[in-house]
DNA sequence: AGAGCGCGTGTTACCGCTAACAGCGCTGAC
DNA sequence: GTCAGCGCTGTTAGCGGTAACACGCGCTCT
């Protein structure tokens, strides 16, 4: 087998489709992008010699001749490893259906100033359009300096949108009422609740969503043994340590991410507890973390690399429409969660014979 | 400030800095690529002019012009998610510096001909070379696959290079006994080992430094504990298990890498030992992880985005000198790695005053 | 019936850059 | 002195697409 679609001189180009479909190269490149005004048998035609040839456009020649996007930045600031592989897995995906090239850059700094002098820098460069995953799409002065910029911005699980910004999230308040239901509903009537950082507005969502089910269930959400963590491990580790040491011990856990409950499943093993026997330990994220950890988390699964995904196509989408002198106007588009149950969660101490009923591990 | 480099109609071109420079755009060109043939004067003269137009060449008419390559691929397969994350922005911004895209897929399958299958459709998707990351840098199937299409490779880390291969890696035996001396240099005597996945030629390496070290100290390298893993946090839960429940326990541990490393400390946490007064503890790679438990590892650190970096510019050297009709050679680039102290190791019980001379923290 | 319009398609002129070659002035060999 | 050869620079002709416009056609509207 010949290897016609690899790039450089002799690879299957517009017009040898053209030519198979005994079309012009205009009516091709018609078919291949927005379709429109092209009769359908026409078009049957060229997809068919499309097939057959295995032609696929040449990126380059394509931005230079559209005049179009052809960088998308990614500004990342210390994310869990984790989120940061997946994020950009997915990005890089989308960048490439798109025919873009991804630049990233980090901007670890806490400072004002330096976060803006990084965007600076970074926005002067080459890219038009930058994507902010979290924790940096809460972040005052990065946008601000972008909006002085004039250059677009999607914004990646950020909890309060602006008129005008485009963002991609999922609804952590649900997500939260559903893990809570289902601690419930194994049996738990004393549920602890590790906040995350708050600064973030995840972090508030995720604390609502828990207090609107312990509400739905008839419990006194403000009894409820709540600590305050910053998503690190290392705050989980002293937000379990005084969880655990509690009067009224409770019988489950639910840290607002994923390193907050590993760290509080090693306090727990630390003090000789069980999980998820003498108590159940959730997360929320599902990242690598999650299965890494023994036992593996029960969490909440973020669709990341599909926000990184609906990102870009969000960024690239405004871009173009933009070009066309369109209006830029407020898109939000909230993707699905999923609850992952796993081992480190299980019906309360008392409720032993209720163990058989524990649900199937999920997907 | 305007924005002169963002694309689209009305940037910066190459005519403008020739303008300027009162050249022609040949030899703007010249300048910005080889630069051979150009005197030197009329060299500065450009440089000036690109500098002040802060002229950036536009990748997309680059490409299209030079009919170079554009598309790199990566293929990857579950390999820790930070070792991922790190190695993909290293990729990235070598891709951006080339003006590539990189093209990412991931590999998960064990199985041979399933592995061939996924090489297959990915090759001849629309990739000139591919980038081979570990632990697929070993597989045979994938590396034959490429081999028949005729598409070159360049792996990381893979240990046994063939003569007409690309490869970047570190000394991982040279490392491993630098942390082993360290170890020996601290007082410790016993210490034991947990051997990483039998499959990858790292692990060997590894271990063949950790005895070259013991013998080098008159240590009888045959009587030191090691226990098998295989890389995973789960196997160094048990590896670490029956270190641990040893007559003669170790007073230090070296496992192969951070995951094995990380269950060892929570295996001796649950056994009410403390890190590292009881025991010390070290890892290997400096993952997200090693930072990520408590206490801190003590580890190796592989430079994981500069080798991705220098997989690609190795690739794209490679690329370009085989279009200009050059052979294939052997290449093989070894980056230096680098021991990260943290607080998971110190002297062993015995030694305490030596307590005060533990090395200070690294880097 | 003729104007006006929208549809489907082809033609032309680039997008920004570089390969290939051409041309110039200078040097050194004969 | 002439000519080959080299170093430096400019000119030309695309790379593979797409925007903008032009064109022919059938239709509706007045």
Same mark, same amino acid.
């Given at each position: 087998? !010949?290897?016609? %679609?690899?790039?450089g ?16 190269a205009?009516t ?12 359908e ?11 057959r040839?295995n ?9 230079l ?26 990005? /890089? ?15 670890? %700094? =806490?400072?004002?100033?330096e976060?803006?002098?990084v965007t ?7 890219? =038009? ?8 799409s809460e ?5 601000a ?6 250059i ?41 609740f590790?906040?995350?950082h708050?600064?973030?507005?995840? %972090? ?14 008839g ?11 910053y ?6 580790l ?10 009224n ?21 630390r ?20 299965? %890494?950890?023994?036992?593996? /988390? ?6 990341? !690399? ?7 196509? /969000? ?15 407020f ?21 032993r ?7 199937a591990?999920?997907s």
């Amino acid at each position: 087998m !010949a290897r016609p %679609s690899r790039r450089g001189r002799g690879a299957i180009t517009i017009e040898d489709v053209a030519r198979a479909a005994g079309v012009s190269a205009m009516t091709v490149s018609r078919v291949m992008n927005k379709g429109r005004n092209v009769r359908e048998s026409t078009r049957e035609a060229v997809l068919e010699a499309v097939e057959r040839l295995n032609y696929s456009p040449n990126t380059a020649a394509r931005s230079l001749a559209a005049g179009q996007a052809t960088h998308i930045g990614l500004l990342y600031a210390n994310p869990s490893a984790s989120y940061l592989a997946q994020f950009l897995v997915g990005a /890089l995906h989308a960048a490439r259906s798109a025919g873009v090239h991804l630049v990233i850059e980090s901007c670890e %700094s =806490e400072d004002a100033d330096e976060q803006a002098e990084v965007t600076r820098r970074f926005a002067t460069s080459d890219v =038009e359009g930058v994507v902010l995953p979290p924790p940096l799409s809460e972040s005052q002065p990065i946008m601000a300096e972008l909006d002085a910029m004039g250059i677009p911005v999607v914004t990646v699980a950020m909890g309060v949108p602006r008129d005008d910004s485009l963002n991609v999230r999922i609804d952590d308040r649900a997500a939260a009422i559903e893990m809570t239901r289902y601690l419930i509903d194994l049996g738990h009537r004393d549920i602890g609740f590790i906040k995350g950082h708050p600064n973030h507005v995840a %972090s508030h969502d995720r604390f609502a969503g828990f207090r609107d089910a312990l509400t739905e269930a008839g419990l006194d959400c403000d009894k409820a043994p709540v600590e305050q963590g910053y998503f690190s491990y290392r705050s989980g580790l002293s937000a379990g340590e005084r969880l655990l040491s509690r009067q009224n011990r409770p019988t489950a856990i639910f840290a607002s991410n994923d390193d907050m409950a590993a760290a509080t499943i090693s306090v727990a093993h630390r003090r000789g507890l069980v999980v998820p026997d003498d108590i159940s330990i959730v997360g929320f994220d599902d990242t690598a973390l999650a299965t %890494s950890v023994w036992p593996e /988390l029960t969490t909440v699964k973020q669709p990341i !690399a599909a926000m990184a995904e609906a990102a870009l196509e /969000l960024m690239i989408a405004d871009l173009r429409s933009h070009r066309n002198g369109a209006q830029r106007k407020f898109t939000e588009r909230v993707l699905s969660h999923a609850m992952i149950i796993r081992e480190s969660s299980g019906p309360p101490p008392g409720a032993r014979k209720a163990k058989t009923r524990r649900p199937a591990k999920a997907s």
